[in-house]
């Protein structure tokens, strides 16, 4: 004997629905006036590397060119100067 | 004229009278090559983020000056003529990073000001975040 169905209209899901406000990316630089972007401070710039300390894309951060420029160059700058390393793993 | 800026690894085998030695000689170099020393700070005894010629730790000098370009290839020369020094960097500082390192500055000595006051106080100088 076949199981009654019970309510066709009712959509069940296995997981349930993410409804995901997507947050507005942004450059951090911009909003905050950041005009300089200091390769001393490697605490500040590991925010813009990966585990591997490698540096981020901007479509992850949401850096603006002109600043994920100046990101690079002070990360490059810190590298050169053992302030940050060129390759690691797990670094945060 | 231009501002540059200079940083120095030295190695961490030196003694406080050869770091200071060496600290003035490149000043020296500046100077007598007509440049104008705007700053000098020595960052202490720090841990390098991978080896450099088989060494971890290393100390830092950082050199903020005015000059004229053909300076900066003196200074390098010297640099790398000198075995003591590990790594260096030298790069000229644009409006902003002008600006940042005016602004640095005061802070720290601001907050070397306070803590001589404040020593008793116990009262943290409250960093001026200027946007």
Redesign the interface.
């Known amino acids: 004997m076949a199981a009654p169905v019970k309510n066709d209209s009712e959509i069940r899901y296995l997981n349930p629905v993410s409804v995901d406000v997507k947050k507005k990316k942004y450059c951090r630089f911009k909003k905050s006036g950041i005009k300089y972007i200091d390769y001393k401070d490697g605490e500040f710039l590991k925010k813009f590397l990966n585990e591997q300390g490698k540096i981020l894309p901007r479509r992850l951060t949401g850096t603006s060119q002109k600043y994920q420029k100046k990101v690079a160059q002070a990360v490059k700058r810190a590298r050169h100067l053992a302030i940050l390393p060129f390759v690691t793993d797990l670094m945060k | 004229m231009n501002n540059y800026e200079t940083?120095f690894?030295a190695t961490p085998v030196l003694s406080e009278a050869q770091l200071d030695e060496l600290f003035g000689k490149f000043q020296g170099v500046i100077t007598e090559n007509g440049g104008q020393i705007v700053n000098a700070e020595a960052w202490g005894l720090k841990k390098?983020?991978?080896a450099?010629q088989k060494k971890t730790t290393?100390y830092?000098f950082l050199i903020e000056f005015t000059g004229e370009g053909n300076l900066i290839e003196t200074l390098e020369k010297q640099y790398r003529r000198d075995e003591r020094v590990i790594?260096f960097?030298s790069?000229r500082q644009?409006k902003?990073?002008v600006?940042?390192s005016i602004k640095?500055r005061n802070k720290l000595a601001g907050k070397v000001n306070a803590e001589v006051v404040e020593t008793e106080a116990n009262v943290e100088p409250v960093a001026v975040e200027e946007?």
């Open positions: 940083v690894i390098l983020a991978y450099i290393g830092y790594r960097l790069f644009d902003h990073a600006e940042y640095r946007a």
